[in-house]
T-cell receptor
Framework: KAGVTQTPRYLIKTRGQQVTLSCSPI?????VSWYQQTPGQGLQFLFE???????NKGNFPGRFSGRQFSNSRSEMNVSTLELGDSALYLC??????????????FGPGTRLTVL | DQQVKQNSPSLSVQEGRISILNCDYT??????FLWYKKYPAEGPTFLIS?????DKNEDGRFTVFLNKSAKHLSLHIVPSQPGDSAVYFC????????????FGKGTSLLVTP
C-alpha cells in the first residue's frame, strides 16, 4: 500500500505570494490533518478534514486555509506569504475520524522557503 | 504556549544500553499520549501510545510509562540499537481536540556502537 504522498517536496516563494500544497492520503483513509514544523515552535497542528469538512482548526491566522476533495485528497493554501511561514508542512492521514486512537500516518512533508 | 515539553534536545546512548526519553505536559485534559520517531527527510512514524487509564504500555523493545500525577511520561528503549538513532517526538491529545496532536519539540537520540 502506498504511503501518504505530498507534492511538491520543495518550494521556494517570495513574500506576498500565495502557495498551494497537496496531500494524497493512504488509499481508504478519510481523515487528513496538516501540521507545520519549524525549529522554534516544533510541530503545530493546522487543521483536520474528514469527508470534505473541516472538523478541527489550530491557532493559525486566516491566511492558512485548506480543503478536502471527495477522493480524500487535501490541499492547503497559504496566502500573502511571510518569512515566518518558512517551514516543513506535514500531512497525516487516518483511516477514520471519530476515534483518536486511529494511527496517523505522516507524509514526508513539503519544505517551503519564503524569501 | 508549549503544552508538551521535551526538555532534553539530545541524548547519546551506547548500543545495548537503555535509552530513556522524557516528556512533560501541562494540560490536565490530555488523556492520550503517543511517541513518534522521525528520520531525516521522512515524516514522523508512529511508535507507541498510551491511554490515561494505563500507566504502562509495552511493545517489543519499547515501553512507555505514564505518571499522571506528575504529568510526565517516558519512553524506554531496551536494548538500544544504532538504527534507533532518530528524533523522537512526544505528543498528546484530548477528547475535545479530535485528531489534533500537541507535539513536543523532539529529542534527538544517537545510539553509538
Amino acid at each position: 500500500k502506498a504511503g501518504v504522498t505530498q507534492t511538491p517536496r520543495y518550494l521556494i516563494k517570495t513574500r506576498g505570494q500565495q502557495v498551494t500544497l497537496s496531500c494524497s492520503p493512504i488509499s481508504g483513509h478519510r481523515s487528513v490533518s496538516w501540521y507545520q514544523q519549524t525549529p522554534g515552535q516544533g510541530l503545530q497542528f493546522l487543521f483536520e478534514y474528514f469527508s470534505e469538512t473541516q472538523r478541527n482548526k489550530g491557532n493559525f491566522p486566516g491566511r492558512f486555509s485548506g480543503r478536502q476533495f471527495s477522493n480524500s485528497r487535501s490541499e492547503m493554501n497559504v496566502s500573502t506569504l511571510e518569512l515566518g511561514d518558512s517551514a516543513l508542512y506535514l500531512c497525516a492521514s487516518s483511516l477514520t475520524s471519530g476515534s483518536r486512537t486511529d494511527t496517523q500516518y505522516f507524509g514526508p512533508g513539503t519544505r517551503l522557503t519564503v524569501l | 504556549d508549549q503544552q508538551v515539553k521535551q526538555n532534553s534536545p539530545s541524548l547519546s546512548v551506547q548500543e545495548g544500553r537503555i535509552s530513556i526519553l522524557n516528556c512533560d505536559y501541562t494540560n490536565s485534559m490530555f488523556d492520550y499520549f503517543l511517541w513518534y520517531k522521525k528520520y531525516p527527510a521522512e515524516g514522523p512514524t508512529f511508535l507507541i501510545s498510551i491511554s490515561s487509564i494505563k500507566d504502562k504500555n509495552e511493545d517489543g523493545r519499547f515501553t512507555v510509562f505514564l505518571n499522571k500525577s506528575a504529568k510526565h511520561l517516558s519512553l524506554h528503549i531496551v536494548p538500544s540499537q544504532p538504527g534507533d538513532s532518530a528524533v523522537y517526538f512526544c505528543a498528546a491529545s484530548n477528547s475535545n481536540s479530535g485528531y489534533a496532536l500537541n507535539f513536543g519539540k523532539g529529542t534527538s537520540l544517537l545510539v553509538t556502537p
